[in-house]
């Protein structure tokens, strides 16, 4: 179990101070899927770094129960390898002080091979398209098995079609491993087609939180989907409840859910 309670972080920007987030709780549970979505600048990367322990947050806290102290695997906005190694041996990286070099090399050329780029593992990453070097990013987060999984708009630089694929590979993943998983996104299609629960922000606030009890995987032209996703969506486009005051829903923790009117 992870677990935000009253989350918030400010940056100060020359004289003012600019609230990412504010008063965001929810529970992760072990092995389930939340989806995370709004509009830029929402708050979205900011709170699964804090979630990744790589930012602290400003005010309340983060509980990390069992799940949280094992493995983290973290696919940020960018690609981010290590331009000097090659496709094989960023996936391989994590690897390396783990397993013998044979078995971490057999991995990470399986997990090439998942994310369509096994006759890639020799190209460095100056070689690869942005979406194909996103790819091999998302291999390097899953070949370590994580039990948490963190990834910001993983799919976002990638066509449709290879971005169908992916959220097939990962919800596959997820039903074979069990991971949690946090995964953030603009699209709201794509938040309701991965989501167990589906988180939105709005300017650093929970406007929803919203479960969607569908079988995975999901096909988009479901009509169940697509009445989440204009749910979703009307939400996320209308203006703000009090425009003083707090948001529509605070908390999304199920003891809260239970006192709210
Ligand atoms: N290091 C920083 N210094 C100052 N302000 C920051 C910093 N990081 C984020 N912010 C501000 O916090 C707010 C939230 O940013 P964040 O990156 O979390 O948004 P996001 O939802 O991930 O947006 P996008 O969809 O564009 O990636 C923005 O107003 C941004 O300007
Ligand atoms: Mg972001």
Redesign the pocket.
């Known amino acids: 179990m992870l677990e935000a309670r009253h989350l918030g972080?400010s940056?100060?920007?020359g004289e003012a101070d600019?609230v990412?987030?504010a008063d965001v709780s929810l529970a992760f549970p072990r092995g389930s899927i939340t989806t995370v979505v709004?509009?830029?600048?929402?708050?979205?990367?900011?709170?699964?770094?804090i979630l990744a322990g790589l930012e602290r947050p400003t005010s309340g806290a983060l509980v990390r129960g069992e799940a949280g102290a094992g493995r983290t695997g973290v696919v940020f906005?960018e690609a981010r390898l290590m331009p000097w190694l090659d496709a094989l041996g960023n996936v391989a990286f994590g690897l390396r002080r783990r397993l013998p070099a044979a078995l971490a090399e057999e991995r990470s050329r399986a997990a090439l091979d998942m994310v369509g780029l096994a006759a890639f593992a020799d190209a460095m990453p100056g070689q690869l398209s942005g979406g194909m070097a996103q790819r091999v990013a998302i291999a390097r987060a899953l070949v370590t098995e994580p039990d948490l999984l963190l990834l910001?708009?993983p799919f976002a630089a990638l066509d449709a079609f290879t971005r169908r694929a992916m959220q097939g590979e990962l919800v596959a993943i997820w039903q074979a491993k069990r991971p949690t998983i946090v995964f953030?996104t603009?699209d709201v299609e794509e938040a309701v087609l991965l989501g167990q629960h589906v988180l939105e922000?709005e300017r650093?606030r929970v406007v929803g939180f919203e479960p969607v009890d569908l079988p995975f995987p999901r096909d988009p032209t479901d009509a169940a989907v697509n009445g989440h996703r204009r749910r979703i969506l009307a939400k996320l486009t209308a203006p703000p409840p009090h425009a003083a005051g707090g948001p529509a829903v605070s908390s999304a923790s199920p003891a809260d859910k239970e006192t709210a009117p």
């Open positions: 972080k940056y100060r920007l600019v990412a987030l709004g509009r830029s600048g929402c708050g979205k990367t900011t709170l699964l770094r906005q910001d708009e953030v603009h922000l650093g």
